[in-house]
């Protein structure tokens, strides 16, 4: 692999005009931004109405900017995020002769350099979920493996099961590409199959949380790629990193072989704030939504206002995929990573309320929006060829899928609960804030078990075991978070020093807080910076176990 150089920009100006006589003193919705007039009638601000969190659109709701989706609250006076160190960045603007507010809007696109023409072919193959196969001039690359098993502790599985050859074909990739951390794209069984020294390919976040776990994990030829340099992989096959338009640690990913031009958005929000290659062969964004513990983890809400927010975040996701189709202008889209499904018997409250977008949705908001959907199927694979694209048909059986309750009953007998070790862990965080956090080790179903209950002052940095009768549901001057967590999923969490995302998108936590805001600098602190210790156990058992021994229940079986 060698660097080319980088993608380039290219941007063309436009302007936009918010009238002044249409201005009153406070805050003022101009349909995309928010201004703030002082009392002395100068502008305070000018905001986009876009949620730096998932690209929501913020909304006015008791004197603060509200994001329907995760309910993000923006405090329209210092511009910070949920009193976190997250702050929103003011739009530029410049006054005309008449004291009107002129916004500069520059629209760019990515151009790369070093596409060539469309000579040759390349085969892309989606696997499952965000795990896709390309294959130019005899160099391969794989994407985000997850070929079996669960992720987020027995929180997510595959929706079916993967080729049956799936297994060998990431076995032989020359290259793995990993956007970011979570296990439904870095997935600890999938990856033990590999020998570490495999090349693997992460982006550069400023926080290492992706090389930090693979490290961790064993993994040695890990590489992290700046975001815009161009990659050679192979003869006329190169690749660009592209970062989340916000403050996560999430990328995606461009793809050129043999001049055709592939983008990868995988769980990004507005990637590269929207600043992407044109008239693409191929976009493969996420889709299906109910990746998320809010809203049906979080007791703040009712039942009612849970299905509100899951139906807007919904359609928020197909707004999404439509801008991300208008920016790009495929020829081709498909959606992909959003393959996966609730299994565990304990779940089934979530199996049934966590209702997602389908795949086969998209046909006519594809074309609307000028692209011809491919579905994403094991049953073939895409083939570019000078230009031209046609299915070509795969038939090789599947993997059988593994039984819940075996990985259940391994985390249970293998991460029994140690209130001591939980404290050391939180007293070892480095994390400080004007905050109080009780973790609740809990049953199957949430409800507190006799172990004892960890109270964190991260304030005066006080750890102490406490009782169910020493929790204080509010307290003055600080932020209160009540997390009941699964008593084996949160000493996994804390014996592998784990992403704490897993409690939430994983649905393995129950959360009750005062005052009803999200906590962004602490989720970001244990999902980002406090992880990844020396070593890493998830589980003595692992379908990759099972893989690596070639049983031929993997090799043969069919379903």
């Excluded at 060539?116 to 391969?140: D, F, I, M, S």
């Excluded at 075996?406 to 001591?420: I, Q």
Aim: net charge negative; with cysteine; glycine share 6%.
């Amino acid at each position: 692999m060698r660097r080319l150089g980088e993608l380039q920009l290219r941007t063309e100006d436009r302007s936009r005009t918010i009238l002044r006589k249409d201005l009153v003193v406070g805050v003022n919705d101009t349909g995309g931004h928010f201004v703030r007039i002082r009392d002395d009638g100068s502008i305070a601000y000018v905001i986009d109405k876009v949620c730096d969190h998932a690209g929501g659109r913020l909304i006015l709701k008791e004197g603060k900017a509200v994001c329907p989706m995760h309910g993000w609250r923006l405090d329209l006076d210092d511009l910070r995020y949920n009193d976190s160190h997250v702050r929103k960045s003011t739009t530029d603007h410049t006054l005309d002769q008449a004291g009107n507010i002129v916004l500069s809007e520059a629209v760019g696109h990515l151009f790369d350099p070093f596409k060539g023409e469309k000579k040759g072919a390349v085969r892309v193959r989606w696997l499952n979920h965000a795990t896709v196969h390309v294959e130019c001039n005899g160099k391969t690359l794989v994407t985000d493996p997850w070929l079996f098993g669960p992720a987020f502790m027995t929180g997510w599985w595959l929706a079916s099961p993967s080729p049956a050859d799936s297994v060998e074909l990431l076995k032989q990739a020359d290259h793995i590409f990993i956007s970011h951390n979570h296990p439904d794209h870095l997935h600890a069984e999938t990856l033990a199959v590999l020998p570490r020294d495999k090349p693997l390919l992460v982006a550069d976040f400023k926080t290492r949380s992706c090389e930090k776990y693979l490290r961790a994990l064993g993994f040695t030829n890990v590489t992290a790629l700046p975001f815009k340099e161009v990659h050679q992989l192979g003869e006329h096959f190169h690749i660009s990193v592209l970062k989340s338009g916000d403050f996560r640690d999430d990328s995606g990913l461009y793809i050129c072989a043999n001049g055709h031009s592939f983008l990868l958005t995988v769980d990004c929000n507005f990637l590269n704030h929207h600043i992407l290659p044109r008239d693409l062969d191929l976009l493969m964004t996420s889709f299906a939504g109910g990746a998320s513990g809010f809203p049906l983890c979080f007791d703040n809400l009712g039942p009612e206002e849970k299905q509100n927010v899951l139906e807007r975040n919904k359609a928020s996701l197909r707004f999404m995929v439509t801008q991300y189709i208008k920016t790009t202008r495929p020829r081709y889209y498909m959606p992909y990573a959003g393959m996966f499904t609730e299994r565990a018997p304990r779940d089934a409250y979530i199996l049934e309320h966590n209702a997602k977008n389908s795949a086969s949705m998209f046909s006519e908001l594809a074309r609307t929006a000028g692209a011809a959907l491919v579905r994403p199927a094991h049953e073939h694979q895409l083939h570019f060829a000078d230009g031209d694209l046609t299915l070509e048909p795969v038939d090789v059986g599947h993997l059988v899928p593994e039984e819940p309750l075996v990985y259940l009953e391994a985390l249970a007998r293998e991460y029994p609960y140690d209130a001591e070790r939980v404290i050391d862990y939180l007293k070892s965080s480095g994390y400080r804030g004007d905050r109080i956090l009780y973790l609740i080790p809990t049953d199957d179903a949430f409800q507190p078990t006799h172990y004892p209950v960890i109270r964190s002052d991260f304030k005066r940095n006080v750890h102490e075991r406490v009782t169910l009768a020493d929790i204080v549901p509010e307290q003055a001057d600080m932020s209160v978070l009540q997390l009941r967590i699964r008593r084996e999923v949160l000493m996994c969490v804390v014996e592998n020093q784990l992403p704490w995302e897993d409690f939430s998108i994983g649905f393995q936590m129950r959360v009750l807080r005062a005052p009803n805001t999200y906590e962004s600098d602490l989720w970001y602190h244990f999902t980002n910076v406090y992880i990844a210790g020396h070593h890493f156990r998830y589980s003595s058992f692992c379908g990759a176990c099972t893989v690596v021994e070639q049983n031929p229940i993997w090799a043969s079986r069919r379903v």
